[in-house]
């Protein structure tokens, strides 16, 4: 018991040090477990797919916010100049979800899965002589996971469907 407590303290140090410190002198010769820096290039690999899944960066051709003037036609009626009538607002904001609406789900299970990779890798390097404790920590790593994974999916889902 007290190995086992021993590991998951050094595991949690070391978690520590390459997530949330940014430091990575355990793991030189590892880029994958250069947490900071992959977690940057998650997130920014996430904003590139976001522009590009804006209808804006595709071109500026005559199309260029013609859904928009439609859907303010189709909203006309006696309203103060200057002014967006909600309709229209509602109906151009929820379009604009539904484009991306899938996008952050993607986003945060690529951040789940590489997270567990971490843990795991991290935890099965501490526990190299014990090969009983790598299994069994393996799945609960991953189950642990896929809960809190599905957590931030249903949050996500909730926070989009009030919004639509």
Known sequence: MTGF???????KESMQKILVNGEFEEYLDEKRMH???????????????????????????TNFLMDEILVLEEAKGIIP????????????????????????????????GYSEDVVINVLMNHSENYPNLQASSKRAI??????????CEWGQMAVASSIL
């Open 5 to 11: 407590i021993q590991i998951i303290g050094a595991a």
């Open 35 to 61: 947490c900071t820096a992959r977690l940057a290039e998650i997130l920014n690999n996430f904003s590139d797919d976001l522009q590009k899944g804006s209808q804006y960066n595709l071109s500026f051709s």
């Open 81 to 112: 100049l200057n002014f967006l009538p909600r309709t229209a607002f509602l109906t151009i904001l929820s379009g604009k979800v539904r484009e991306i609406s899938s996008k952050p789900v993607v986003f945060m299970s690529e951040v789940w």
């Open 142 to 151: 991953h189950n642990l996971t896929l809960k809190m994974k599905e957590a």
